[in-house]
Structures are given as C-alpha cells and as structure tokens.
C-alpha cells in the first residue's frame, strides 16, 4: 500500500523533471536567439538612424517612426523564433494575439484612427511647426506635432490640442506656406475727385510701407459706382508677410495712411474704409469702367 502511493506520486514528478531537464537546452537556445535579434534590432535601429539624420528633408517624426518600427519589427521577428525554437507553438500563439488584436483594436479605435492619421499628416506634410494655420474652427501657430494629436496656439493665448484624425479628415488652409498673402483695403471718394490723383497717391502710400511687398506690386482698381450718392468705390491690392503680427501691423499703417494722404491730396472721401484678406494669389480681372451705370459693381467679377 506504501509503495503504490509513493509510485503514484514519484511517478509524475519524474515525468515533470524529466520535461524540465530537456526543455532546458530549448531555453538556452531561445534566450540565446532572443538575445542575438536583440542586438540586430539595436544595429539596425543605429544605422537607420544614422543613414535616415542624413536625408534632411525627412521630419524628425518620421525619422523616429521608421527607426523605431525597424526595432520593434526586428525585436517581434526574434521573438517569434526564439518561442518556435523553444518548441511552443507559435501559430496558435499569433492566433490568439489576432483575436486579442481584434478586441484591443475595437476598443481602442479612436486612439488607432489617430495613430494612423498622425503618421499619414507625418508623411504628407500639409503643415509644419511655426505655421500658421486654421484647422476646423481654429486658427493659430503649430506648436507641436506628436503621432496622436496637434496642438495649436490660437491668436488669443489659448492652446488647442486637435486629434489627428480631426485634422487629417477635415480641411486645412496653411496661411503662411506660400510665403505671401494677398490683403485688400476698400475706401470710397467723390465721383467728381480726380482719379488719376487718387490712384497716384494710394499706390505711394502701399509702396512706401516697408511691409509690403514690392513684387507682386499693389494695385489699385474701381470697385464700384454709386452715381446716386456720388461714391466712387475703390479697392486697393496689395501683398505682405502672412504672419498674423504682420497682417494686422500693414492694415493698421494703410488705413492711416489712406486717410492722411487723401485728406492732404484734398480728396473727399464720404464714407468710411474698411480691410479685408483675400487667400486667392492672383488678382482679379478688372471690367471695363461705365460711369453711366448706377450702382454698378464693376470690380469684384471672375
């Protein structure tokens, strides 16, 4: 009776000691490959950095994005060959991470919907830092980039931090990219003041502004004519810096100066001025002028 229960229990003991003693050298084994893709991955990881800091048109982001999937996918390579040489059954292991993946992925879509867009705004580079954009209903400076989110720091010192997915899914006008941007000044005088002094005048103000642009040069045309009320409507072009800080300076500084040297040239001017931006890089074909039209909108026609 003694000696059956002590077989019954020795036995399987040494059943388990025998499974230990021969997956030992299994485990040996796989530590050994998992260290040796360790430092492939790490190599690798070196020398993409290396090759990629010298292509300089690469974003930082995507050059440490490709970098770290070089690791990551070198490093789950290894790890997939140390489990098969340590004898577990790795097809059924990636099927159940699949169906783990699917779960995980369901649950955390909006966070994988912004890893995506991110990498894919990475690639495309509709903006970058410093930028001066309007992404939905916000408009500001990028201030920084990550895989996930934008952040945006709106004309009012207010920081605005955008899923990507947002971003990517939606318009976005990037005010400072092309270098220039077209703004226009609208201001009314007399139908009996001389035109040609009117223009001469305006365009001398634009000119002498040292923040605006010199080519394109800007450029005055009749908006409009209002016999009725004897208005003439005049719409004055002109081209600057994009900069928030500089499109408010300029606006400020012509208004002034419209109004101070119409006022020394002795040009009425009945009604008041106003300032608008226009995005559109090129200016508008301009009708031939009919005073004899009331109210006639002669400038603002495609």
């Not at 009012?156 to 955008?162: A, H």
Request: proline residues 5%.
């Amino acid at each position: 009776m003694s000696q059956s229960y002590w077989s019954a229990f020795l036995i399987p003991l040494q059943a388990t000691l025998h499974r230990i003693v021969s997956f030992i050298p299994r485990f040996l084994v796989a530590l050994l490959l998992l260290l040796m893709f360790w430092g492939v991955a790490s190599l690798a990881r070196r020398l993409a950095r290396q090759a990629l800091g010298k292509i300089h048109h690469i974003p930082w982001a995507v050059r440490l994005l490709i970098v770290r999937s070089i690791y990551l996918g070198t490093l789950f390579i290894g790890i997939l060959v140390a489990l098969s040489a340590a004898n577990i059954d790795v097809t059924t292991l990636i099927a159940s991470l699949g169906v783990a993946g699917f779960a995980l992925g369901f649950a955390l879509k909006d966070i994988l919907e912004n890893f995506i867009a991110g990498v894919l705004l990475l690639f495309a580079r509709p903006f970058e830092l410093k930028d001066q954009v309007t992404l939905g209903n916000y408009e500001g400076t990028v201030t920084d980039i990550q895989i996930r989110t934008t952040s945006l720091q709106t004309y009012g010192d207010e920081l605005v931090i955008i899923p990507n997915s947002a971003v990517y899914t939606n318009p976005v006008v990037n005010h400072t990219r092309l270098g220039k941007r077209r703004y226009t000044i609208d201001f009314d005088t007399s139908l009996t003041a001389d035109a040609s002094l009117v223009e001469r005048e305006a365009l001398e103000a634009a000119q002498q502004n040292e923040d605006i642009a010199k080519d394109p040069a800007p450029i005055l045309r009749v908006r409009s004519v209002d016999s009725g009320n004897d208005v003439l409507s005049w719409r004055l072009y002109y081209w600057a810096d994009p900069m928030k800080a500089t499109e408010v300076k300029t606006i400020s500084e012509m208004l002034r100066s419209l109004k101070q040297v119409l006022y020394d040239a002795g040009v009425p001017t009945p009604t008041s001025t106003s300032a608008t931006i226009l995005r559109r890089e090129t200016p508008e074909p301009v009708p031939p002028f009919r005073a004899a039209q009331n109210n006639a909108d002669i400038g603002d026609q495609s």
